[in-house]
């Protein structure tokens, strides 16, 4: 297991709890669950980056190149367009559905792990 993937598995579990808990108290997307979509793109842009320097440096990803650098993309993606989403509905659910981010990005993340080692953690 990886500091990276530590890292982010406190950032997205954060997220969520945040998410869920405003979830519950707001009536429309709160400030805190925007602030947790941030603190995800802002880790996914430092993994992005601790990748790109780590394969400039010679080391290789054991699984496919494109498939690692799909994810890395995809993920950055997510918080991006969610929080695009729930600036258009202004709804309670807005905050259920940006939870979601932090479960997808987590998951992506742990198969990033698989793809750039080669195994599960």
Same mark, same amino acid.
């Given at each position: 297991m990886t500091v990276m993937f530590l890292i982010g598995?406190?950032?997205?579990?954060?997220s969520v709890l945040v998410c869920w808990t405003m979830t519950a108290v707001r009536d429309h997307p709160?400030?805190?669950?925007?602030?947790?979509l941030a603190a995800i793109e802002l880790y996914l842009l430092a $993994?992005? =980056?601790? &990748?790109?320097i780590r394969q400039l440096g010679?080391?290789?990803? &054991?699984?496919?190149?494109?498939? /690692?650098?799909?994810y890395i993309l995809t993920a950055l993606l997510l918080p991006v367009g969610v929080f695009i989403w729930a600036m258009i509905d202004k709804t309670r659910w807005s905050n259920l559905v940006m939870s979601f981010?932090?479960?997808? =990005? /987590?998951?992506?993340? $742990?198969?990033?792990?698989e793809i750039w080692w080669g195994s599960a953690l």
């Open positions: 598995a406190i950032v997205c579990g954060l709160a400030d805190s669950s925007i602030i947790s $993994y992005a =980056v601790y &990748a790109g010679g080391a290789s990803v &054991a699984g496919e190149v494109w498939e /690692f650098w799909g981010v932090g479960l997808v =990005v /987590f998951v992506m993340v $742990y198969r990033l792990e």
